[in-house]
């Protein structure tokens, strides 16, 4: 067990919010049938991914008061897709954004690095 604590809330219905973000995407950025037929591809696999909130409440956390590039979550295959601070959302966080304690973080990738780094690192 990390010494850190986090919280931790995976969200339970992934199969209905990955059905709102596609819904989003055809209604808003697919305009050409070639995506399309990339979307349908059944080679997807996304059974083993996850989005997952995860919340920053130790000072001393190996994230706490760093950006996202320092914090390299991305060479462990985990993406930010936002953060929330202070109730102001930063949707699509670039690597200079600071990440410091009491933020929630929307992150996406595999549910067992996620889980593997959440506990060890966070």
Same mark, same amino acid.
């Given at each position: $067990? &990390? %010494?850190w604590s986090m919280g931790l809330c995976f969200w339970l219905n992934r199969?209905? $919010?990955f059905a709102a973000q596609m819904a989003y995407?055809? %209604?808003n950025l697919i305009k050409s049938p070639p995506f399309c037929q990339i979307? =349908?591809?059944e080679s997807l696999n996304l059974e083993e991914y996850t989005?997952?909130?995860v919340t920053l409440t130790d000072p001393l956390a190996? #994230? &706490?008061n760093r950006s #996202?590039? =320092?914090t390299r979550l991305q060479d462990c295959g985990i993406l930010v #897709?936002?953060?929330e601070r202070n109730g102001h959302m930063t949707h699509v966080p670039r690597g200079s954004e600071m990440i410091v304690p009491g933020d929630k973080l929307l992150i996406y990738g595999r549910q067992a690095q996620i889980k593997k780094y959440a506990g060890q690192a966070m």
């Open positions: $067990m &990390a %010494k199969r209905k $919010m995407l055809e %209604k979307c =349908e591809d989005v997952s909130e190996p #994230l &706490a #996202l590039k =320092e #897709l936002s953060i």
